[in-house]
């Protein structure tokens, strides 16, 4: 086995053992909590019918587990040859995050609903505390009284009303866990993945669609989405915008997920080495089709014919007036990033 | 900076919003940053995103640093020197003496 398995084989080991033992955690957690309800339902028509959403959880992780699996990919691991080791993969960690984000609603649903449960036992229980304050013949003649009603009252311990509040818990929870059970990579993967990209504010991240995304999504069988992830990404920016940590627009990337190359008739060079005004629609790009900056958005060939249009006394005016500026942001930003291109506007 | 180049720089910063990644990847972050820092920010752009963007009515100084973008980082090492003969000859042809000379004995 090669280095590089060897160290993704480990990563996936090593997370998958750690995050098991936590839904195993929480399962056993999760049944106590049932049982309890289970007893409160005897006396009272509770939702008891509850699911074990650790039990979906661990389920629902083994079934992604094999369909990455039959795409050739980990959910837990990948190799990143660029940093020499191995990490998680982006698809695989949006996909885990929002699978414990459906446990995480579904344990707050029942903390609820204990909550609830426990406040009203509370106030029921004030008559029992305040008798504790009386004389002790006048507390013995109270237990005698109760009881004979200790058969009523179980059921009466709770109103309609307030067993209708649990119940909305407790099928909020139900909801929640089928939900879960449901989960599907196509129907849910392009709400994981944006999720994720906007928790870490990385729209702007270069290439993170491209390489990190669309390759994964493609052997997936699910490339079809990659256009529908880029567009609910640019949505989510522009509401995203008014938050003062997001607000440099010209780093958003769009790739062209949408667009079809379009095949143009004439190459570069003879574009630039005709005369504007011998430019056919051909050179143009149009190939009978009307050309928008929606729809095909700024490609070489457009600055092609923008630089056409400028001369060379322009081009200088220009460079004498941004030239100065440019340079003090130029070393300002390289001392930032430690990015030289070696290249600068002249 | 005259308000005219940074009414410009508005202009080009929104248009490289459509530009593809390949292309975009090859501006230097410094040079985006400067776009960023220097443009006007209340400068209206009015983009038509029905035309292409030959078509659109941009400002001449956007269309000068679009041009310089596009030599500067994005045609090829070849097709850049050639542009830059071309410049240097056309400047030569516009300020040599007998042009110079020309323009003095119209006026």
Known sequence: ?346 | MTIAYQNALAEVDTILEFMSPELLHKIPNSFLEFIKQKKSKSYTINLDMELPLEEQDLLKETRTILSLIYRSYLCSSEQSRKLKIEDSMELKEKYSYQNLLKKSNKK
């Open chain 1, 1 to 346: 086995m090669s280095k590089e398995n060897q160290e993704v084989e480990k990563l996936e080991k090593e997370f998958k053992s750690k995050l098991f033992e936590v839904i195993s955690e929480l399962s056993s957690k999760l049944n106590e909590l049932m049982t309890t309800i289970q007893k409160t339902g005897k006396y009272v028509d509770l939702e008891t019918d509850l699911p074990n959403m650790g039990v979906t959880l661990n389920n629902k992780l083994n079934e992604m587990q094999r369909e990455f699996q039959k795409a050739g990919l980990s959910i837990y691991s990948q190799y990143n040859e660029e940093l020499d080791f191995a990490n998680m993969p982006l698809i695989g960690e949006a996909i885990i995050t929002d699978l414990m984000t459906y446990v995480a609603e579904g344990q707050q649903k029942l903390s609820d609903y204990n909550d609830t449960s426990l406040k009203i036992l509370t106030k029921k229980d004030e008559p029992v505390k305040a008798l504790e304050k009386v004389s002790p013949l006048r507390r013995m003649f109270a237990k005698i009284k109760n009881l004979f009603a200790i058969k009523k009252q179980q059921g009466q311990v709770y109103k309609q009303e307030e067993v209708d509040e649990m119940n909305t818990y407790l099928s909020d929870y139900k909801d929640i866990d089928n939900k879960l059970y449901n989960y599907n990579l196509r129907d849910n993967i392009v709400p994981a993945i944006v999720k994720k990209l906007r928790q870490h504010n990385a729209y702007a991240v270069p290439g993170i669609l491209e390489e990190s995304i669309a390759p994964d999504l493609e052997k997936l069988g699910l490339s079809d989405l990659t256009p529908e992830i880029q567009e609910t990404l640019i949505e989510e920016y522009k509401k995203d915008s008014r938050n003062p940590l997001i607000h440099d627009l010209s780093k958003l990337h769009v790739p062209d997920f949408n667009r079809e190359n379009k095949k143009d008739g004439t190459s570069l060079e003879e574009v630039h080495d005709k005369p504007r005004d011998l430019l056919s629609d051909n050179d143009r790009g149009i190939n009978g089709e009307k050309r928008s900056l929606r729809e095909d958005g700024v490609k070489l060939e457009d600055l092609v014919l923008i630089d056409k249009t400028v001369n060379a006394s322009d081009r200088q005016v220009a460079i004498t007036s941004i030239h100065k500026e440019l340079q003090a942001t130029e070393e300002k930003v390289q001392d930032k990033t430690q990015e030289d291109t070696g290249k600068s506007l002249e």
